[in-house]
């Protein structure tokens, strides 16, 4: 068995307490740190537990968000889907998760889109879940979420999300280490 840390049962413990407070929370969560340090599981664990022990299937969705634009894109040359009909099927749900912020498709277009869902979510009320691998606020000599997004987009993910940083290890590399398949 590959042991937990302490400070990944505290970022655990941290996401298991919203997804039991979830609808009743102030502020989503912003899940930030380095590939592989486990983002995605996290979030999709926050969603199991609320999708599948509280019901609320309709009213969560999960978006990877490169996929996202592609299929955004692929909707323009598309005549039986429009891209309003997909945003409008991304953004009316009360839980929003959008993996990998930063790592899709980069040009004016794209960040129109993102701006467009986050504020389309917030202002519906909607609570928003977001993993990048790009930190929120500048730190060392990485890129920041403001390079790889707009200023807008880190401006609403702050008034939107409250930020969980990721214990600094790849979990692949622990489990590679330990001689176990993923
Ligand atoms: N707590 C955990 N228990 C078991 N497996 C885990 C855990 N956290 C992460 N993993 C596994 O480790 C691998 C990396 O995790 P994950 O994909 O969530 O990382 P990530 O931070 O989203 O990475 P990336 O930035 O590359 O998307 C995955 O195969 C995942 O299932
Ligand atoms: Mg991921």
């Keep these: 068995m590959v042991g937990i840390s302490d400070s990944h049962r505290r970022v655990c413990d941290r996401v298991r307490r919203w997804a039991e407070t979830w609808p009743n929370v102030r502020a989503g969560l912003a899940l930030t740190g380095i ?29 990877f968000l490169p996929q996202l634009m592609r299929e955004i894109q692929a909707s323009w040359k598309d005549p039986d889907r429009t891209e309003e009909a997909i945003l409008a099927e991304v953004c009316g749900v009360e839980l929003l998760v959008l993996d990998q912020l930063g790592a899709e498709a980069s040009g004016a277009w794209v960040q129109e889109r993102v701006e467009h869902i986050l504020t389309r979510c917030f202002d519906g009320g909607g609570s928003l879940v977001t993993t990048s691998i790009y930190p929120i606020e500048p730190a060392g000599a990485g890129m920041a979420l403001d390079e790889r997004t707009s200023g807008s987009v880190v401006s ?24 176990q398949d993923l």
């Design 156 to 179: 609403l993910l702050k008034e939107a999300c409250r930020v969980v940083k990721m214990p600094e290890d790849d979990y692949r590399d622990t489990v590679l280490k330990h001689g």
């Design 35 to 63: 590939a592989g340090s486990g983002k995605t599981h996290l979030a999709v664990a926050l969603l199991q537990r609320i999708v599948v022990e509280r019901q609320a299937t309709r009213r969560a969705r999960f978006v």
